[in-house]
């Protein structure tokens, strides 16, 4: 992987942060992309510190004309794109009968339509080369229901078939799209979720009322976790793998 270049989005932070790292450790040249410019300029700032060739590119995924200009930016300054890693995203939790327009617009703008604009521009430009990789971080709940999530879930699971049905109109390009789909992730956004010290523990153990299983393996996933999985798929020791939905939860969906 040494000497290409990704794209990531989401890449101030949480899973995101991690495959920047992930994939700068292993001598790929990342653009990172985040809306968050002042907190993405201090992430980067720790990944260069570290020696690691990574560069700071503030976009909004919501707003196609923005993406266009920084997706030609990157390719301009940092050469032609190898690797795209969606991991932008949002939670807004509540009853589905009891979410408002903005909760399920904004969800759905940085989930999915994100995900579409920042695709749409970056394989556009991988076709004329007829070579790359994009994969998509989903969530284990695109294809499991999850009570007060209505809104990320199904966010998720467009985001995951628009990559696969992606996958399969770029797959005579020599393009691979592939999905991770993970599970309780030790990430703000997770964190969010919990309102007091039995936060981590709930998470593990299952919550009955909400129809959770729980964490088969005993524990959240670390970042790290899902930006192997990543990897991988990114890398040619998946070369053969596309259209593929990787799911990596502890066993929490029960290998759904």
Not at 49 to 66: H, S
Not at 184 to 206: A, Q
């Amino acid at each position: 992987m040494e000497r290409k270049t990704a794209l990531v989005t989401g890449a101030a932070g949480g899973i995101g942060e991690a495959v920047v790292r992930a994939l700068g450790e292993r001598g790929v040249r990342v653009a990172a992309v985040d809306r968050d410019g002042d907190r993405l300029r201090r992430t980067v700032g720790d990944s260069v510190t570290d020696g690691l060739r990574v560069d700071a590119f503030p976009c909004d995924v919501t707003r196609a004309p923005d993406v266009e200009s920084t997706v030609e930016r990157v390719e301009s300054e940092l050469g032609p794109v190898d690797y795209l890693v969606n991991a932008a995203g949002v939670l807004r939790l509540g009853e589905a009968r009891r979410l408002t327009d903005e909760d399920w617009a904004s969800t759905f703008a940085v989930n999915t339509t994100g995900v579409f604009h920042v695709c749409r521009a970056v394989a556009n430009r991988m076709v004329p080369r007829s070579r790359g990789g994009i994969v998509t971080v989903a969530s284990n709940a695109a294809g499991t229901p999850r009570t007060d999530m209505a809104a990320y879930a199904a966010s998720k699971a467009a985001a995951s078939m628009f990559t696969k049905s992606l996958g399969l109109e770029l797959a005579r390009h020599g393009i691979r799209c592939n999905v991770v789909a993970p599970g309780s992730t030790d990430t703000p956004m997770l964190t969010s979720m919990w309102h007091d010290e039995s936060g981590p523990k709930s998470t593990i153990e299952g919550r009955p009322e909400a129809f959770r299983v729980g964490i088969p393996l005993g524990r959240v996933a670390r970042p790290s976790d899902i930006a192997d999985a990543v990897v991988f798929l990114l890398s040619d020791r998946s070369s053969h793998i596309t259209l593929h939905d990787l799911t990596v939860d502890g066993g929490a969906a029960l290998g759904v």
